[in-house]
């Protein structure tokens, strides 16, 4: 390396670490995942509720990658089922709570339209769960992934009582707050999160909100979207397509 | 595996949907006695306030009564949380680096605030006097005791104690809004949660604030009606048909401030109206309609017409009295409860309501928040014996 | 100056030492004392991605998959399987990519893997391939008609189907359906032009079904029978119906 390219690297070092505010060159320079810059990444998920046929392999998969309990009471995701009938009737419910559901065979009658719905970490950009947290333990990530440091976390549950989406549960043997982290560990490997990895018809799209040529690109400019619960102003970053107005 | 279990006997009980995480209850009772201990300490503090602040000299007998009860509970005030924590031992947290964007890392702030600043200080102030006097009086532990408590003060000079007594009322001024506070924060840290139709709320500090009030004002009163007869003195009759008159006022406010609430609601008929008035006639219908409106209000209220219209004798007066101040205790706890726990009954996605199934034994459980309940009061006999509230002649002539 | 300290009373300027050491005891813990990525949002923000993005990856993702098997993704490739992941069926694999030799992955053989997606759900999105397990060729893998590499729907040549079509369908989902039409029909090429004057050949014997279904000539699985106690008056053909599922 010659002095030209050692002060490049200096500079470099310095300016992004005065980015994230006042971290030490050695600090930066050891974060994350080797080349992996948080800064140059958005990340978002698109959910085609068209295309779900509710398999319920995401919500195994993601309980298999994120060490989730196994009890059907803790889930970073799952599929709602819902039916409305002839008489405008609701009946919604969680597939796989417990029994192998997904495998059943169901005919109902009587139905006017019927889908599932995956759900997930809705991944706010205006997180209520991050406003509330009293210590500062649940935070936004460059790269748009609202993460909980569990080694910082006191487990007072209030940011469980602040999300809309029911997407976070007590993890009952570390009892700190837990929910979907996108992956992150496999995200800065350049890997898809596993429930999209698995998902066999690409209900789920994952990418980088703000690249134009890509799945999540295309999935963007095709699709009239959705979110769940815009009136609560959460703006999230997991958008749906075809999303049926009884969806909450 | 046990909760496992529970959970899913619970899950049986669901009706409709609910979402798949929101089988556990995450505020259990423990949550539902946090807020009716603050609300105790705020409600104290304002009739103790009402002696010194607005000169109503009819109370002067429960003044210290009324401080010492809401620092002994304004102590134990911080061990439901503490308990309630899945990592108990990171709470200092909350103190040293808490986020400022939180409704609840203002607690450090003003509950350090409030003992410190207001509940200890007057106290130290109104009593500081009187500890120098007992100490020079009793021997022993006692004395030392007391002579730290008062921090080796000795200046007992007629210009010092005026200085006391204005330093009082100063901190008494100070010390309403900050009983404001302390209740209105509590209120807040429902109220703010936008994700919770119940809760979401702007009247839910006010509520809370005025509920508190008229909690302060009856446990002064029960302990008034109780603490003297076992101190072998007798009941002052102006004190207490004056008590009794400011918080007939205050259960009207409250009433009136709840009512609002719910014709607001009604009447705005929001997204979540059919899931609320399900829980409401369901799930709720015992706490809310029966113990908190009916028992726990609108009986008192009626006892305390008949009351002031029959102009009924003493010793009548004096039942009656502690009849309205029990079904208050009760009809204000049942009110935390229907807040925090009716909060967490209905499914987010306004499909369902689930089931709380109180522990017995747990640190979650009825026995450990029955303790928390009860310890305030051991902790308020302690400080009784330690700075009596009224002075022998004060006990005998009434 | 000492004069306007002497004016304070003595108990204000005990109260106001008390308080002051108090403060002073709590900046000590917290600048002294606490460790610094308590303090520091920041870093406590990169420690807590750190590690996060240090936990273990399960799914390895499709790509890993490729770089050894080549048989199995080039057929996948044009399929209706294409855009599933390996791991959808065969589970969380990274494990086996660290160490290909000792842990293998699992392949599920059985109906009820297939079934998560392909059984009939009302739920399902229209045109999803799905099948009523209990009429679907009950008790035989899937496996053995469908290829999960490159799944297609066992064909009947298009020269019978054409007219036979309700056979075909059927047939398609009975024990015969891999059975090709021609092995117990033998069909003169002029029955395509002149249907009902040239017919083909229908077993005639009980001794042609008896070829398979006769007690010591049957394979593996296959149901067999003393062909001299059952039934011996009839014919198969006029107790079972060797197109319909359960040949019955």
């Not at chain 1, 909100?209 to 815009?230: E, T, Y």
């Not at chain 2, 010793?315 to 009656?320: C, I, V």
Request: net charge positive; with cysteine.
């Amino acid at each position: 390396m010659d002095r030209r390219d050692f002060l490049k690297h200096v500079c470099l070092l310095i300016s992004s670490g005065a980015v994230v505010g006042g971290l030490s060159p050695a600090a930066w320079a050891k974060m994350i995942h080797k080349d992996y810059d948080p800064a140059k990444h958005y990340y978002g998920m698109g959910v085609d509720i068209d295309k779900c046929i509710g398999c319920a392999r995401c919500m195994q998969a993601c309980k298999t990658e994120n060490d989730v309990p196994g009890d059907p009471f803790y889930f970073r995701t799952w599929v709602e089922r819902y039916v409305i009938k002839v008489d405008k009737s609701v009946t919604v419910n969680t597939i796989n709570m417990g029994l192998d559901e997904s495998r059943d065979v169901i005919m109902e009658k009587d139905v006017l339209r019927s889908f599932f719905v995956p759900k997930l970490c809705n991944q706010c950009d205006h997180p209520p769960c991050v406003q509330v947290c009293p210590v500062g333990a649940t935070f936004k990530t460059d790269d748009g992934v609202i993460l909980v440091d569990g080694k910082r976390c006191i487990g007072c549950r209030y940011c469980i009582q602040a999300c809309p989406y029911g997407a976070r549960y007590l993890h009952p043997e570390t009892r700190v707050a837990d929910k979907c982290t996108f992956c992150y560990h496999r995200l800065v490997r350049g890997l898809l999160p596993a429930c999209v990895e698995v998902c066999p018809k690409q209900a789920r799209v994952f990418g980088d909100m703000k690249s134009i040529a890509s799945p999540l690109g295309r999935f963007i400019r095709m699709n009239k979207l959705h979110v769940l619960k815009p009136s609560l102003n959460t703006d999230p970053k997991v958008l749906y397509a075809n999303l049926d107005g009884e969806v909450n | 595996m046990e909760t496992a279990q529970n959970f899913a006997e619970l899950a049986k009980q669901v009706v409709g949907f609910i979402y798949p995480n929101e089988i556990e209850i995450h505020w259990s009772i423990l949550i539902v006695v946090y807020p009716y201990i603050t609300g105790l300490v705020a409600g104290a503090f304002i009739l103790a306030s009402l002696v010194k602040v607005f000169n109503v000299k009819e109370l002067q007998p429960t003044y210290r009564l009324a401080l010492l009860t809401a620092l002994a509970f304004l102590l134990i005030a911080p061990l439901p949380l503490q308990l309630h924590l899945g990592q108990p031992w990171r709470s200092y947290e909350i103190f040293l680096t808490p986020n400022l964007a939180s409704a609840m890392a203002m607690f450090g702030f003003v509950y350090l605030w409030y003992l410190m600043v207001v509940l200890l200080l007057e106290i130290w102030f109104e009593y500081r006097r009187d500890m120098i006097v007992w100490s020079s009086e009793s021997t022993g532990l006692k004395k030392w005791v007391l002579k730290v408590l008062s921090l080796f003060s000795t200046d007992i000079s007629e210009k010092a104690v005026a200085f006391d007594k204005k330093t009082v009322k100063i901190i008494t001024i100070i010390g309403i809004p900050s009983a404001f506070l302390l209740h209105g924060y509590v209120g807040f840290i429902f109220g703010s949660i936008k994700a919770n139709p119940w809760w979401s709320s702007v009247m839910m500090p006010v509520v809370f604030l005025f509920s508190a009030i008229v909690s302060g004002i009856a446990i002064v009163m029960f302990l008034y009606m109780i603490i003297i007869p076992i101190q072998g003195g007798k009941i002052d009759m102006k004190c207490l048909d004056k008590v009794a008159s400011f918080l007939f006022y205050a259960v009207i406010v409250d009433f009136s401030i709840e009512v609002l609430d719910f014709i607001h609601r009604l009447y705005e008929s929001e997204e979540s109206i059919k899931i609320l008035s399900q829980l409401v006639s369901t799930k709720l219908f015992m706490s809310l309609v029966v113990l908190q409106i009916l028992l726990g209000m609108l009986l008192p209220l009626g006892i305390m017409v008949v009351i002031r219209v029959f102009r009924l004798q003493e010793e009548l007066r004096k039942l009656l009295y502690f009849v309205c101040v029990v079904l208050i205790q009760m009809g204000i706890f049942s009110t935390r409860w229907n807040v925090v726990i009716g909060g967490q009954l209905f499914s987010k996605s306004f499909r369902g309501l689930t089931t709380y199934k109180m522990e017995l034994t747990g640190i979650e459980g009825l026995l450990v928040s029955l303790a928390l309940l009860i310890i305030p009061f051991v902790v308020l006999a302690i400080l009784i014996k330690l700075l009596p509230p009224w002075k022998k002649e004060e006990l005998a002539g009434g | 100056m000492k004069d306007f300290f002497k004016k304070i009373p003595e108990q204000a300027v005990r109260i106001i030492v008390l308080f002051a050491v108090l403060a002073l005891v709590l900046l000590v813990v917290r600048q002294f004392i606490l460790p610094l990525e308590l303090k520091d949002p920041a870093l406590q923000k990169n420690s807590a991605m750190e590690r996060e993005a240090a936990k273990e990856v399960k799914y390895a993702g499709a790509q890993s998959c490729g770089q050894c098997h080549e048989k199995e993704p080039e057929m996948k490739k044009s399929g209706y399987h294409r855009d599933l992941s390996c791991e959808s069926c065969h589970g969380a694999a990274q494990k086996h990519v660290d160490n290909p030799t000792d842990v293998k992955p699992t392949s599920p053989k059985k109906r009820d893997y297939c079934s998560y997606c392909h059984n009939y759900n009302s739920s399902r999105p229209t045109g999803f391939p799905q099948i009523n397990p209990d009429t679907h060729n009950p008790r035989k893998p899937c496996i053995t008609c469908h290829n999960p590499h490159n799944p297609k729907p066992p064909k009947t040549p298009r020269s019978c189907a054409a007219c036979h079509a309700e056979i075909e369908r059927t047939k398609a989902t009975s024990y015969h359906a891999l059975i090709e039409c021609t092995v117990c029909h033998s069909t003169p090429e002029k029955h395509k032009t002149s249907p009902r004057t040239v017919t083909p050949t229908k077993p005639d014997k009980r001794e042609f079904c008896g070829k398979c279904h006769a007690k010591g000539s049957g394979g593996k699985g296959m149901p067999t029978v003393d062909m001299a106690t059952h039934g011996e008056k009839y014919v198969c053909w006029q107790c079972h119906y060797p197109h319909m599922l359960g040949g019955i």
